[in-house]
T-cell receptor, first 114, second 109 residues
Framework: EAQVTQNPRYLITVTGKKLTVTCSQNMNHEYMSWYRQDPGLGLRQIYYSMNVEVTDKGDVPEGYKVSRKEKRNFPLILESPSPNQTSLYFC?????????????FGSGTRLTVV | GIQVEQSPPDLILQEGANSTLRCNFSDSVNNLQWFHQNPWGQLINLFYIPSGTKQNGRLSATTVATERYSLLYISSSQTTDSGVYFCAGHSGGYQKVTFGIGTKLQVIP
């Protein structure tokens, strides 16, 4: 089944403790992206990647890191999480960003930083 | 970056009614898409529609790129249509994507 898999689904952590949210897709998609969703603000892009070893900042990259060492994986790293990073996070992928094959989203990760 | 405005912000429909959701862009966009987020949080791609009209069952979408807007039509609404509808697009030649803040739809029996 074609899908984007995010883990974990839920995570509660403490301020400053490094964490990684994993994202993996099995569709051989070039484009992958991370979003955070907050009430009243919709989805905001954190980072995106057009292909292996090619990543760039979205609108809200501060406090986050990403890497794209393999085509299928695009982990989101919070080196020192803070309470303002409490949010619902989504990973998405598509075949060609320019052609908008249509995003496939992961199921989301609800992160709480205390 | 571009601004994306969606209207209305909230909508309550009786089951069986029709509705039109609108998305306005401040500048030209590429790869315009519509998404539905169900009450359990799952995001589903509905349409990729940079221009023209597409239909999928009871849903259809129209984008008029020259006038920087897109419309999503829901006909004969069902309770399963409830949730939040988002539009999003890439701006200019960049790969960044901007989402609207969504239209929250509630369909009541």
């Amino acid at each position: 089944e074609a899908q984007v898999t995010q883990n974990p689904r839920y995570l509660i952590t403490v301020t400053g403790k490094k964490l990684t949210v994993t994202c993996s897709q099995n569709m051989n998609h070039e484009y992958m992206s991370w979003y955070r969703q907050d009430p009243g603000l919709g989805l905001r892009q954190i980072y995106y990647s057009m292909n292996v070893e090619v990543t760039d900042k979205g609108d809200v990259p501060e406090g986050y890191k990403v890497s794209r060492k393999e085509k299928r994986n695009f982990p989101l790293i919070l080196e020192s999480p803070s309470p303002n990073q409490t949010s619902l996070y989504f990973c998405a992928s598509s075949l060609f960003w320019r052609e908008g094959d249509g995003y496939t989203f992961g199921s989301g990760t609800r992160l709480t930083v205390v | 970056g571009i601004q994306v405005e969606q209207s209305p912000p909230d909508l309550i429909l009786q089951e069986g009614a029709n509705s039109t959701l609108r998305c306005n862009f401040s500048d030209s966009v590429n790869n315009l898409q519509w998404f539905h987020q169900n009450p359990w949080g799952q995001l589903i791609n509905l349409f990729y529609i940079p221009s023209g009209t597409k239909q999928n069952g009871r849903l259809s979408a129209t984008t008029v790129a020259t006038e920087r807007y897109s419309l999503l039509y829901i006909s004969s609404s069902q309770t399963t249509d409830s949730g939040v509808y988002f539009c999003a697009g890439h701006s200019g030649g960049y790969q960044k994507v901007t989402f609207g803040i969504g239209t929250k739809l509630q369909v009541i029996p």
